[in-house]
């Protein structure tokens, strides 16, 4: 019960739009109808005529809708109950539609409800509110969504004979379908399948045969203890892990170029599986590490998470937000960071509702732009950090402080500009671009660069437009500077040119002809500027063109910094800022492009130091003369400030680098929320899904179908990253039913090569149901309850006697063939990672060395512009691609054709379970491809140092490496001829290409 | 059609565990290919005769060329013609509203580059460079009023190519191989022809597989060159020999038929066991298939190829170009006569410098006019000897791009993108030949009729509808949506339809 004194606050929360109050007292309320009241007849007909307008399928106010059971009773955005059954008096709606509460008045426009239909509604409020579930729409019904549930609490059922709980929920429910397990599958059959589901990789044959001779009871658990401890154990978890987040090492895209510091996050996954990091704190990490464990490495690798997807760098550095390209840009960049964590962490599809409510899960539109809310302010960047937390603490301090002097300057310098006016800011350019020569030594302002011509006599033009016809009488050509095939000043400066004058921007009329230099070549100017006066014409159109070309690199072009127009020497330059049109142009923003021609800017020779003075005193003159005093002290500090900061940041040892979802500081055309202060940016409802068609303003928040308690800060309070430590936190209730379950699940799939859910990335309406739904409830709340520790959930998995069931039986049953109740083991297909591993190990060539930049299994050709990664020119022998495959250099666009046709993962896109096709192209890879070629010749020679032997030693001697097992008498004698025709090479790769060395029993 | 080809599906796997078969082969049951073979269990186990592909309705089409011009193809310099541009050319341009461009900066409005003439009995204006296509006029079905959602060109590409504008989506042959499988034992049903100077904007994501079963990925092949399909063959090792190959393929199927024995419950063994064979037979049939040498000489006349020349200007040239795109379509031909189910041929690279491809920002001309005289000669060969051989009845020819080109200049002789109105034509199974449907507005601009434009979900609608397939019931679960070609939009343009 709420006590009466609070609801006009309680009111308040019940609807954010508070409307205009009407000033009059409070009409009487009243009394119940004395009649039985029926939903459907008297209740459904009054919400329909005056309520769902605002609140029903279509809108739903402040989150609130009177067409859905659930959602009437326990209110809207307050999340307090609007109707309380058995008391209408203190029953919110019914005060609001009996306006009873001055500020709330329901409806706000059209017809109040009458009397009579306010004690309709009071009787049936106080006759306990009866709603048939069949007059309500379905949402409510998501409610009792088996994925929403809140997590039974369950013991193990009793099974005779049988102690491991996995096993007696497995073996109860096979008895109830009258199925009968398997037995345990042999010594041999059991290491290669642990050896292969925990680490990746086959077992020695040294490490089989101490198995198989191992006589203690509990060898299996000491061989269980043993993998757990490898290194290798939290490579292989990493792999699926890095599937779910769609991690790659390039951005996609248009261009695809290099992510070269994306690794860190790969190797803090690595190694937090093989410290048997608690889940939390894992989850904790890649959604919020900065700011739940300040200054530490892994808080800030593990922020690779964010943005571990792909990235549209056409999309956010060449198009501004301004553009609706640029629009859509962000916002597929915030929905892949909303789809990848709550697909990850909570196993729904949440994009769905971009564009309207979810269709098939109870998930509003609005919940959906909340979500994207929490990462209002991140995006894919770069960010330097140490392994210390000191360091770190230090660097970020000095960041901030620079910050913070470099907004005091521009603050400040704003004054200053508005104070000096335009002579200031004529001698500002001067003196910058001055200084920049006397500094580079080598001057650096750019131009217009014509397209590149194979023979020097074509013809390239360049003309101005001075917006109207004016008097000139003097041309001046600035030329570049560009270092390209060690060129320099002078650069694409045309040996042979003419300059005419035109009203035609056509040049088809009236060509006066204002400079000829076409008869002879003319020596190259360097930097100095090549001033041609002439008598006076009046024209618009000046038209540079170049008839030879200046020499390039075995092409010619026609290059120039800055074409400047005067009515007579010395005179204003009236091409100042025209436009520039051209024959053509290459168009390289910002270094080429045709604007540069008028933009003021140009490189000149070094200048003289006495002409640096005089332009220092003159500003200092017209500051000293315009600035107050205080403006200018100002700027001095915070100039020497900014100076110790940078000194002391640069006084830090180096830094290392990782690519991390983070708050960016602005690149190119894109402003990230940096310049901000890391302020979220606004995110609006869009009206389906259209970035043109924004809403009203969202808060950040989750979702409301899940019960979890955790609250999220208001809009206007919540910093960034309070935003993502509420998501964490909210994911990682104990009361979220999904992400317990959503984890637990991952893991089972690992083991059992099928989730308990086969749809991982998906608990909604269009997912699989739990096969073992009691089964998946008690592991998720061991886990939660527990330790939350991957290396104790793998123990008890592998440790039951359904892990260590035989895989195959002569008797297959046809009531269960897809063997969804565990009745056998699963056989597996290896995966790509995997099956390429294997064929490095048993070749003797597996380099097992850790972590660091991915090896590139390719080469990259033309890297400038679009990079070409080529696969078939990458050398197979080269021992740097001898690594396991986690540490693959992973390419969006195109991918290694032999992992591609063994169905790796694409980083394009969220991976849950692997895909297993086994087509002709497969084949095809694994016969041929170099990798297989070149490691079947390093495994035979591998065999034959081990072993000199006859043949048939040595094929038996590479069958265990290859199978763990030693041949049979047709296998080995088939093989031992054909190793005597061929080679032991040959032999090698037949073992390769075997169903045996690809599928574990 | 032959019996369901494992290039399309992997072995006929045991009856017992095949929905475990199929689930484990790529997840959800949508397509109607799955869907048939699920519900034909009963009926094939009873007949053994083998599984028939169902469609929706009766197709019109079984196969499917489509040409694609990356960069974004001059829309009003090639096919629809402006009388209007060539009045104001050289004057300052006005959209009449705010226009947002790709690059800033506009110049005045630019006439077509080249002069058009009429073509055929329809008399369909087309310009100089692709008068080739003038022979086929009366085949092709223009749709001049196509828009897109972006005028990037990685996402404009990808929504062409795959109906989505970002990546992770299969492309539109990956569909239509899912659909309806292959009509071939020895070739990929999905190949690519991919640009030999490089991948257009996304590389490979215009026709992976994303979430669909492996066997429907674009299958790429470089006729002509050392290597022209990934793994083929062996690369040179001393201990491979003829004999050596041929005898590992016989101790492979009997040792893995050894290890299938006590493992009947497992199709998959079966089926790569099959593979396995499948790639030998691929082996000898695609050389094969790529091999034009045989053709005759009055072919390679149609197609332009019988230049004899074997080296070529450094700048870009109309015979170059020619000879690299017909020499595709010839292949493409000789590939749907074996069996191919969709064949994409590319036209230009990424936009590295010098410029191969159509995004022709500096100069249209330059550029366009070699593009599109070797792209019209050899799209116009390929109708034609589809057609002399009864084939163009049943195959859908598509041409596409990710978007066109604006009415004005960018202040030199380029144009900047415009993804609000571009041109795709149409040609072959099911089309109405002669047609031109869906009219731009008097600069080329944006469709006459903005409210109906025609979107590329309409073109894939109209492409699957003519294959048998409705649109909307082509259908593959992934993270929780039951994924389409044409997501939740699209159109058969029932104007195009014979």
């Known amino acids: 019960m709420i006590p009466r004194a609070d609801l006009p606050a309680l009111l308040a929360l019940l609807l954010l739009s508070v409307l205009p109050a009407a000033a009059a007292a409070p009409p009487p309320l009243p009394p119940a109808a004395s009649r039985t009241v029926d939903f459907v007849g008297d209740i459904q007909p009054i919400f329909t005529k005056h309520c769902l307008g605002c609140h029903g399928p279509d809108k739903q106010r402040s989150s609130y809708r009177l067409d859905a059971k659930a959602i009437a009773f326990r209110g809207g955005e307050s999340g307090h109950p609007a109707i309380l059954p058995g008391h209408s008096a203190d029953s919110p709606l019914l005060l609001m539609v009996a306006h009873q509460v001055p500020d709330l008045l329901m409806p706000p426009k059209g017809e109040p409800l009458s009397v009579a239909e306010v004690s309709t509604l009071r009787a049936w409020i106080d006759q306990g509110a009866p709603w048939p579930d069949s007059a309500s729409v379905r949402l409510d019904a998501a409610n009792s969504w088996w994925s929403l549930r809140p997590i039974a609490n369950l013991t193990p059922p009793a099974v005779e004979g049988v102690s491991h709980p996995v096993d007696r929920f497995v073996r109860d429910r096979l008895a109830r379908e009258r199925l009968v397990p398997s037995p345990e599958a042999d010594r041999r ?75 860190p996050y790969r190797d803090y996954v690595i190694r937090s599986f093989n410290a048997d990091k608690p889940y939390s704190r894992f ?61 990850t962490f909570v196993s729904l599809t949440v994009h769905c509702a971009q564009c309207h409510d979810h269709k098939f899960d109870p998930i509003p539109q609005e919940d959906y732009y909340r979500l994207q809310a929490v990462f209002a302010a991140v995006d894919r960047t770069e960010r330097q950090y140490y392994r210390e937390p000191d360091l770190n603490r230090k660097r970020s301090e000095l960041e901030a402080r620079s910050r913070q002097w470099q907004r005091d300057q521009r603050a400040l310098e704003e004054k200053v500009t508005l104070h000096g006016g335009d002579a200031l800011k004529e001698v500002r350019e001067q003196l910058a671009s001055a200084e920049k020569s006397a500094r580079d030594g080598r001057p650096a302002a750019y131009g217009f660069h014509s397209g590149i011509a194979t023979r020097e006599d074509e013809s390239r033009w360049v003309q101005v437009d001075l917006g109207e016809s004016r008097p000139l009488s003097e041309i001046t050509l600035l030329p570049c500077h560009d270092d390209f095939n060690g060129i320099g000043a002078g650069f694409g400066f045309p040996r042979r040119f003419r300059i005419e004058a035109s009203d035609d921007p056509a040049f088809d009329g009236q060509v006066t002809l204002l400079a000829d230099r076409t008869a002879a070549d003319v020596p190259n100017p360097g930097l100095e500027p090549v001033a041609l006066p002439f008598a006076t014409v009046r024209a618009r159109y000046v038209r540079v063109t170049a008839t030879r070309l200046a020499p390039r690199q075995n092409d010619f072009i026609f290059a120039l910094a800055e074409l400047e127009a005067r009515s007579q020497p010395g005179g204003t330059n009236v091409a100042r800022g025209a436009s520039v049109t051209s024959l053509d142009s290459v168009e390289a923003p910002e270094r080429w492009q045709r604007v540069n021609l008028t933009d003021g800017k140009a490189p000149r020779t070094a200048p003289d130091p006495a002409e640096l003075e005089r332009l220092r005193q003159r500003r200092d003159a017209i500051l000293a003369e315009r600035v107050p005093a205080e403006v200018r002290d100002g700027l001095t500090r915070a100039g020497t400030e900014l100076e110790a900061t940078r000194k002391s940041l640069e006084a830090l040892p180096k830094p290392l680098t990782t690519f991390v979802g983070a708050v960016h500081y602005g690149r190119g055309n894109f402003r990230g929320t940096g310049p901000d202060e890391g302020r979220p940016r606004p995110i609006p409802l869009l009206s389906r899904g259209d970035v043109n068609k924004p809403g009203r303003p969202v808060s950040p928040g989750a979702l409301r179908c899940v019960t979890a308690s955790t609250p999220f800060p208001p809009a206007e309070e919540a910093s960034e990253s309070a935003r993502r430590i509420a998501l964490a936190q909210w994911i990682l209730d104990p009361q979220n039913p999904l992400s317990w379950r959503s984890i637990v699940n991952r893991a089972w799939q690992q083991r059992f090569g099928r989730g308990l859910v086969d749809t991982p990335n998906d608990f909604g309406k269009m997912g699989g149901l739990p096969s073992h739904p009691e089964l998946l409830d008690w592991l998720a709340r061991e886990f939660r309850d527990g330790a939350q520790s991957f290396k104790q959930l793998d123990r008890l998995l592998v440790t039951s006697a359904t892990y260590r069931q035989v895989s195959h039986r002569a008797e297959s049953s046809d009531r269960d063939a897809d063997n969804r109740l565990l009745w056998r083991m699963n056989p597996r297909r290896l995966d790509a990672e995997s099956v390429r591993d294997a064929i490095l190990a048993v070749s003797g060539k597996l380099d097992p060395t850790p972590f660091g930049p991915g090896f590139q299994d390719f080469v990259i050709e033309k890297p400038e512009h679009s990079p070409h990664y080529q696969y078939h020119l990458h050398d197979p022998e080269d021992p740097r691609s001898h690594r396991r495959s986690v540490y693959r250099f992973l390419v969006r666009s195109q991918q290694e054709p032999f992992m591609v046709a063994l169905d790796c993962a694409d980083p394009s896109m969220r991976v849950d379970r692997r895909n297993e096709t086994l087509t002709p192209l497969q084949a095809l890879a694994m016969l041929n491809s170099r990798l297989t070629v070149a490691m079947a010749q390093h495994f035979a020679q591998r065999v034959k140092a081990e072993c000199s032997d006859s043949a048939e030693t040595q094929v038996a001697h590479a069958f265990r490496h290859a199978l763990q097992r030693e041949p049979e008498a047709e296998e080995r004698a088939r093989l031992t001829a054909y190793t005597q025709q061929h080679g032991l090479a040959a032999t090698c790769r037949v073992l390769l290409n075997l169903n045996e060395f690809v599928f574990v029993d | 059609m032959p019996p369901q080809s494992p290039f399309h599906r992997g072995a006929a796997p045991a009856l017992t565990s095949r929905r475990e078969f199929l689930w484990r082969s790529g997840g959800g049951l949508g397509g109607i290919a799955l869907a048939h073979l699920l519900g034909s269990e009963s009926l094939r186990a009873a007949s053994g005769a083998p599984l028939r592909l169902g469609t929706h309705h009766a197709p019109r089409a079984k196969r499917v060329v489509q040409l694609f011009m990356a960069g974004g193809a001059s829309h009003i310099d090639l096919f629809d013609h402006k009388p209007e541009l060539v009045k104001r050319h050289g004057q300052p341009s006005d959209f009449g509203e705010p226009v947002e461009a790709f690059q800033d900066g506009l110049g005045p409005w630019k006439a077509p580059v080249w002069p058009f003439r009429p073509y055929g009995q329809c008399g369909k204006l087309l310009a100089e460079p692709v008068a080739a296509l003038g022979a086929v006029a009366d085949e092709l079905a223009f749709i001049h009023n196509v828009t897109s959602k972006s005028g990037v060109h990685s996402a404009g590409t990808l929504l062409q190519t795959t109906g989505f504008l970002l990546p992770g989506f299969p492309g539109s042959g990956c569909w239509v191989s899912y659909g309806l499988g292959t009509l071939n034992e020895n070739l990929p049903t999905f190949v690519v022809l991919p640009d030999h100077r490089g991948f257009a904007s996304n590389g490979s994501k215009n026709w992976d597989n994303a979430f669909l079963p492996g066997q429907h990925q674009g299958v790429m092949i470089y006729p002509g060159t050392d290597r022209p399909i990934a793994h083929l063959h062996p690369p040179a090792a001393p201990f491979l020999s003829e004999a050596s190959e041929k005898e590992s393929r016989e101790i492979l199927r009997s040792l893995n038929q050894q290890h299938a024995r006590s493992r009947t419950d497992d199709p998959r063994l079966d089926a790569r066991i099959r593979a396995y064979e499948l790639a030998a037979r691929m082996q000898l049939a695609a050389p094969e298939a790529l091999d034009i040498a045989h053709e005759p000489a009055h072919i390679l006349k149609l197609y332009g190829l019988d230049h004899g020349r074997s080296s070529f200007d450094k700048e870009i040239n109309p015979l170059e170009e020619t000879d690299y795109f017909s020499r595709k379509c010839l292949v493409a031909r000789r590939l749907l006569e074996r069996g191919v189910r969709y064949v994409q041929i590319w036209s230009g690279n990424d936009n590295g410098f010098p410029r191969r491809n159509w995004d022709s920002h500096e100069d249209i001309e330059r550029d366009q006019g070699p593009l599109a005289t070797g792209m019209a000669r050899g799209a116009a060969a390929l109708i034609q000897d589809l057609k002399q051989r009864g084939l163009l009845d049943d195959t859908l020819v598509i041409w596409s791009t990710e978007f066109g080109r604006m009415p004005s200049t960018q202040g030199g002789k380029g144009r900047d993108h415009n993804p609000y109105c571009f041109t795709t034509w149409m040609a072959g199974g099911g089309i109405r030949g002669g047609t031109t449907y869906g009219p731009s507005d008097e600069w080329a601009y944006k469709p006459a009729d903005r409210k109906n434009p025609t979107q590329v979900y309409d073109i894939h609608a109209t492409m699957l509808h003519l294959l048998g397939i409705d649109h909307t019931q082509l259908t593959f679960r992934h993270n929780g949506i039951d994924r389409r070609l044409t997501d939740v939009h699209g159109h058969v343009i029932r104007d195009l339809l014979a």
């Open chain 1, 189 to 263: 059959t059991l290491i290669r399948r642990l050896s292969f589901d925990l680490l990746g990789l086959p077992p020695t044959p040294a490490e089989v045969d101490a198995f198989v001779r191992d006589a203690r009871p509990d060898a299996y658990e000491h061989l269980v203890d043993r993998l757990l401890a490898s290194p290798h154990y939290g490579e292989r978890w990493a792999r699926h892990w890095l599937d779910v987040v769609h991690y790659g090492d390039t951005h996609g895209y248009d261009k695809d170029k290099p992510r070269p510091h994306a690794w």
């Open chain 1, 283 to 343: 989850v904790q990490e890649q959604l919020a590490g900065d700011a739940f464990f300040p200054d530490t490495a892994e808080g800030i690798e593990a922020l690779g998470f964010i943005s571990a997807g792909p990235w549209d760098f056409i999309g956010h550095e060449e198009l501004p937000e301004t553009k609706t390209d640029g629009k859509i840009a962000r916002h597929l960049d915030r929905d892949d960071m909303v789809a990848n964590t709550m697909g």
